[in-house]
């Protein structure tokens, strides 16, 4: 199939899906929660750097996909990991109980 | 079919079931079923690479994301036992400010790329940009070395993870 | 050896830099050896060039040291003026300077600030120097300005005590206020000349109009009239007793308030062709020579007689500037320097031996006890109030004689300061060295006479004073006035005397008969009929408590400005200092930590909030590129 649709579409797409997760991000108070938007947000990326790809004929928006994949996985790996302490620490994963950071 | 290419039909019909999951994914209480909504969301997605000729990216997109992380995320809510019940919410300020700045910010993106010129994705069907063999050959010869690394990142959060995870010793 | 001039204020530096950091080290004999060696030595050099210098046709010699201010409009190069004038000066001082460093390690012996005391005076006698030998008024200027330093410095040296501290202040002060005509002074003659240098500024003086000579000129008088003490500025040199007393004979008597006297010879030129510049100054000196002298009618203390006849006897030597007796102004100042200096040493030794005493109504018989120093402080006395053939009696009839010519009123005033001034004079011998002592017992038993090194100095000044007047003879007694020709290079116009032999021998008499009958009549007053000076102020007649309050000047000065400055800079600290200021910069500190405050409120701990405040952050950024 030929792929007739413009550019600015995918862009604009992304860009919902993007900000999307980032209000998740913002409005969602489970971390777990936290974590998929920020997948989602990465998913948005991808998908640009595919269109754009497809768009100039060049693989390296592909392989940067797939990059990014891998480094997703691992992300999530080691941050679970830290949200499993966490919970064992303070018996919840509330983002908010986590404000050791203040002043 | 009423002035459009079946191309774009399917495009539509993607791009709205994605950004419907995406919102459910947002706004659902129960932890478990903003996975599964999300899972959803990536399969839409998945039929966007089809759409876009990325083949083998579409299958490892399904094969690693719904299939590795999110039974990942699944398995972590399971071990915490969340329901619906026990998550608090942050306050409507709160709500409602994230909303507005999420609103801001697509005006922002809206304005950025408005200037932006049309430009039609240009290929032929039988585009090779896609395939296993192409992107396995750009791989092994253009990006060796982060193919190396990316392979030493996963054993580092391997490792961190397996450390993180252990239990203290008293 | 006129080359060699360098060494003369240089012998002086070196002892200063030598007590002044290593002072504290030294044994007490050894500082005061150094420092009297280092003015020997200037007196010994500038003996041998001023031997030079009479022998030699070429009466003035530049030397130049090194090229001080080299800019393009303004050329001022280290230069000394070597010429008869100077060199008196510099036998004035380096001689006398040397006396009192002798007298002083005596006199200091006990302080425990001995070498400070050495290191200061050879510091003030460097810069002495330098104000008489400088080849422009800049380095006058820095002399000048020095040994006002100088003074204060010695002026309030017992610094503990803060009525000595004020003193000093007042003296500083009101130097400073000369100075800053001074200051004027010179700026209007490099306006006008272009020039500083002595010799290329009065060799143009006749070019320039003669008011802007005379502005010139008084502005310079009134640099003289805080550094010389005359009205208004005299009131700081009572005050300055405050000092030690080889301070008050040094400074106070011999060298820094003639430097005013020094000035005004130097700049000859300009006064001999303003003639209201001249008037003014004759005046000045005058009033300066006669209210001085009445204030010192009644006063107590024995060192502030002796301050009040300074002020009067450098009265009378502007007096005699201001007629256009410059020769005879340097020979009273050459004369004044001896006996005035031989009356503080004296006084000193008097002081010395009274443990600290200073008022006269406490002094009496001392003529036993002391009898060296009360035989030089006699002649001392004589000599000051101008009986023949002491050196007083010369050099106070030549001023007189030419004030005459000048104008008979003005010789009036200066006879009448002159009566007083041996009246006081006598007054303070009477009532200190004649009688029956009148102090308490322990005093009594403290008499004695002071040791050498204070004594010998009083010797050798009283022989100057004795045979000083040998300098100056009469010429209408047909004998060489070898003052006035040794200043004839210096001084461009001369005044021939005019008078008449006649009216000459007439003055004589007069002054010899006006001095003698004083004496006399003191005498009677003060050893026959025994009166003594009231006890108290309340014993008084208000007339004499006018006088003996100085006719409350200073109460004056205190109204006029210190009272008001006080109170402006009373106001300026409320509202500038306190207010303003203060304000500005506790605000600022304030303002710092308010917002400080404020803004770590952002720190509020919750990721939510940071993940926000990094998205509100992003579109800002994507904000400004929309706008471009």
Known sequence: MINTIPINYYIFLSAVLFIIGAVGVMARRNAIIVFMCIELMLNAVNLLLVAFSTLHNDPSGQVFVFFIMAVAAAEVAVGLAILSMVYRNIKSIDIDLLSKLKN | ??????????????????????????????????????????????????????????????????????????????????????????????????????????????????????????????SQIGMVKTLGVVLFKDFLFPFEIASVLLLGAMVGAIMLGKKEIK | MIKLIGLVPLFPLIGFLINGFFGKKMSKSLSGTIACVSVLASFIVSLLIFMEVNASEQKSNVVELFSWINSDTLKIPFSFLVDPLSCLFLLNITGIGFLIHVYSTSYMYDDEGFSRFFTYLNLFVFFMLLLVLGNNYLIMFVGWEGVGLCSYLLIGFWFKNDAYNRAANKAFVMNRIGD??????????????????????????????????????????????????????????????????????????????????????????????????????????????????????????????????????LGLMFLALGVGAYSSAVFHVTTHAFFKALLFLGAGSVIH????????????????????????????????????????????????????????????????????????????????????????????????????????????????????????????????????????????????????????????????????????????????????????????????????????????????????????????????????????????????????????????????????????????????????
């Open chain 3, 180 to 313: 800053l005509g001074f200051l004027l002074g010179i700026i209007m003659i490099f306006m006008n000349f272009g020039s500083i240098s002595f010799n290329e500024v009065f060799g143009k003086a006749s070019s320039v109009p003669t008011h802007t000579i005379t502005a010139i000129a008084l502005l310079l008088f009134v640099g003289a009239m805080g550094k010389s003490a005359q009205l208004p500025l005299y009131t700081w040199l009572p005050d300055a007793m405050a000092g030690p007393t080889p301070v008050s004979a040094l400074i106070h008597a011999a060298t820094m308030v003639t430097a005013g006297i020094y000035m005004v010879v130097r700049s000859n030129v300009f006064y001999s062709i303003s003639e209201t510049a001249s008037e003014f100054v004759a005046v000045v000196g005058a009033i300066t020579a006669l209210f001085a002298a009445i204030i010192g009618l009644l006063q107590t203390d024995i060192k502030k007689v002796l301050a009040y006849s300074t002020v009067s006897q």
């Open chain 2, 1 to 126: 079919m009423l002035g459009y290419s079946i191309t774009q039909w399917l495009f539509g019909i993607l791009s709205f079931l994605a950004i419907m999951f995406a919102l459910m994914v947002v706004f659902t209480r129960n932890p478990v079923n903003s996975v599964l909504y999300l899972v959803m969301t990536f399969f839409c997605i998945a039929g966007h690479y089809l759409l876009l000729n990325a083949q083998f990216l579409a299958v490892v997109h399904i094969v690693v994301y719904a299939g590795a992380i999110m039974v990942l995320f699944l398995f972590v809510i399971m071990l915490m036992n969340l329901n619906e019940d026990t998550e608090p919410q942050k306050t409507m300020v709160t709500k409602l400010i994230a909303g507005l700045i999420g609103g801001v910010l697509l005006a922002v993106m809206v304005g950025v790329l408005k200037g932006a010129e049309q430009m039609q994705l240009a290929q032929s069907g039988a």
């Open chain 3, 353 to 628: 031996a009274m443990g600290g005493e200073q008022d006269i109504r406490k002094m009496g018989g001392l003529k036993k006890a002391l009898p060296i120093t009360f035989m030089t402080m006699l002649l001392g006395t004589i000599a000051i109030s101008g009986v023949p053939p002491f050196a007083g009696f010369f050099s106070k009839d030549e001023i007189l004689a030419h004030t005459y010519e000048h104008s008979q009123l003005l010789w009036v005033v200066g006879s009448i300061a002159s009566l007083c001034t041996a009246f006081y004079m006598f007054r303070l011998m009477f009532l200190t060295f004649w009688g029956s002592f009148r102090g308490t017992h322990e005093q009594e038993h403290h008499l004695h006479e002071s040791p050498k090194a204070m004594t010998i100095p009083l010797i050798i000044l009283a022989i100057l004073s004795v045979f000083g007047g040998l300098l100056g003879l009469p010429e209408f007694w047909g004998a060489k006035n070898w003052m006035s020709e040794n200043l004839d290079s210096v001084i461009i116009r001369k005044n021939p005397s005019i008078l008449s032999h006649d009216t000459e021998w007439t003055l004589m008499a007069i002054a010899v008969f006006v001095a003698g009958s004083t004496i006399y009549f003191a005498y009677q007053m003060f050893i026959k009929y025994q009166v003594k000076p009231a006890e108290k102020e309340a014993d008084m007649k208000p007339f004499q408590r006018v006088i003996y309050n100085k006719f409350y000047v200073d109460e004056f000065y205190d109204a006029i400005i210190r009272k008001p400055l006080d109170a402006l800079s009373e106001a300026f600290y409320k509202f500038f200092d306190k207010q303003l200021f203060d304000g500005i910069v506790n605000g600022t500190g304030d303002v710092t930590k308010w917002s400080a405050d404020t803004l770590r409120k952002l720190q509020t701990g919750h990721i939510g909030f940071y993940i926000m405040a990094m998205v509100v952050g992003v579109i800002t950024i994507l904000f400004f590129s929309l706008i471009k």
